[in-house]
């Protein structure tokens, strides 16, 4: 039998959708409600466990590099939360390619990237070790498409008796309800099916969520309904009104030569995220390198995390409002520490028809004319990007030209560190 970590405590609404053996679990949820947490320690026990000797689970994202820094990350803290210093000796961590094998079980977990078109087709083909391939995960599972789960469905296939009579064959997907209009509610919510088995959870069923989160959940409540709908209440949003689609989030080479240019953005905060990021400029496109956001800090911690983060040589665009803490971070080696500056480019400007454009939406138009490429690595600014929304009409509920000023942070520090870039465009079109 296995040795567990006697610190391990599930959040209990969980338990059914832990212990049904329906061919599809589906975990919709608000953000922080829990569930990639549940479904990580979830599956670490179940596969060091001999009662499910012979299961191997496949983990799927949309791209690897996704994986290692959300399930391959959260299935590994899993492992130490569950066996503690025993950790080592019973798993067997790879980072490259990424692979957890269980060293008493044989189990292995098996990542893998839907769209990354190498990776597809190896799907057909994975190899275990002991067993077969019985569970899979689709995390963050709106990214995927219906067709895909046909593919993943004829992966479990075949009798499980013959090698155990305790295995069974499941598919476990988490995300927020971003849209009523995507597959997955028409799929598995809008039909009743003996083979679903579908839950929902929020961040208020979460015991172990901090009462700074609550605090920042309820901000967004009033600053943003329909954000807090998705992400607080884990309730079917919509996805119009997405400021930026302009996005990719992918892999690549982060050092200096890859770049024309770098500079780097940060956006202060307490209660809100304090956000550094490295910007590299290539080609007319921005990339985002790298990132640092922490809630709840002073000055000086975040100054002894960002250590050896970024290149204090790099302009530090920062929000102007807090010179005090600007001149904390020139103190700190970031010499070119500086207020992002009114400019004429970044001044409210009346146009015609009454139509004020503001500083941030010129900035906002500046970086949708551009891809943006995003490191996987920074997951808080992916987070961001992908739910920064502009305001609604209470009346008429069409979309306004002005987004909504919560969950913003590390876009507040991509627009900053931006500045140099727009500047030199905006003096282009004096000139001309
Ligand atoms: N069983 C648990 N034990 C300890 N902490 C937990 C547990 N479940 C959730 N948490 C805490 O709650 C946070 C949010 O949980 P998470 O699983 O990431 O939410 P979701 O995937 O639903 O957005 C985690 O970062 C962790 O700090
Ligand atoms: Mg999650």
């Given at each position: ?295 709840e800090k002073d000055t000086s911690e975040i100054i002894q995390l960002a250590e050896g983060k970024f290149n204090k040589n790099l302009v530090m665009w920062c929000d102007s409002a807090e010179p005090d803490r600007i001149h904390m971070w020139k103190k700190a080696g970031y010499y070119r520490a500086q207020g992002v500056k009114k400019t004429p480019f970044q001044e409210e400007k009346v146009l015609a028809g009454a139509t004020k454009k503001t500083y941030i939406n010129s900035q906002i138009d500046w970086l949708k ?64």
């Open positions: 039998m296995i040795n567990v970590n006697q610190n391990v405590e599930f959040n209990k609404n969980f338990k059914d959708f832990n212990e049904t053996k329906c061919r599809y679990r589906i975990a919709k949820g608000s953000a922080g409600s829990g569930k990639s947490v549940n479904v990580a320690m979830d599956f670490i026990l179940k596969l060091s466990d001999p009662y499910y000797q012979g299961a191997n689970l496949l983990v799927l994202r949309k791209t690897e590099d996704t994986n290692r820094d959300s399930t391959f990350a959260e299935l590994e803290s899993a492992i130490i939360k569950v066996f503690g210093n025993y950790a080592e000796h019973v798993w067997k961590i790879t980072r490259n390619p990424l692979m957890m094998e269980c060293k008493t079980t044989g189990s292995r977990i098996i990542f893998r990237g839907m769209y990354d078109e190498k990776q597809r087709e190896k799907i057909k083909s994975i190899t275990v070790k002991v067993g077969k391939l019985v569970w899979i995960w689709l995390e963050e599972a709106t990214e995927f498409e219906e067709s895909d789960i046909d593919i993943l469905d004829d992966r479990l296939r075949g009798n499980l008796a013959e090698i155990n009579p305790n295995l069974y064959y499941q598919m476990t997907f988490t995300f927020n309800p971003v849209s009523a209009s995507h597959w997955i509610k028409a799929k598995f919510f809008d039909v009743e099916d003996p083979d679903y088995f579908t839950h929902h959870s929020t961040y208020l069923q979460n015991r172990f969520i901090d009462e700074a989160y609550h605090k920042r959940m309820m901000r967004r409540k009033e600053r943003d309904p329909d954000g807090y709908r998705v992400y607080g209440l884990g309730d079917w949003g919509e996805l119009g009104g997405l400021i930026f689609t302009n996005f990719e989030v992918k892999e690549f080479d982060t050092t200096p030569d890859m770049f024309d240019s770098m500079y780097l953005g940060q956006d202060f905060g307490y209660n809100h995220a304090n956000a550094i990021l490295t910007l590299g400029f290539k080609d007319g496109d921005v990339y985002i390198c790298n990132e640092l956001y922490v809630y004319q551009r891809k943006i490429f995003i490191h996987p690595s920074c997951v808080n600014t992916i987070k961001e990007i992908q739910q920064w929304k502009w305001k609604k009409d209470r009346e008429t509920n069409l979309y306004i030209d002005e987004p909504v000023d919560i969950n913003d942070d590390a876009m507040a520090a991509l627009r900053y560190g931006c500045t140099t870039k727009m500047q030199q465009r905006a003096s282009l079109l004096e000139v001309l």
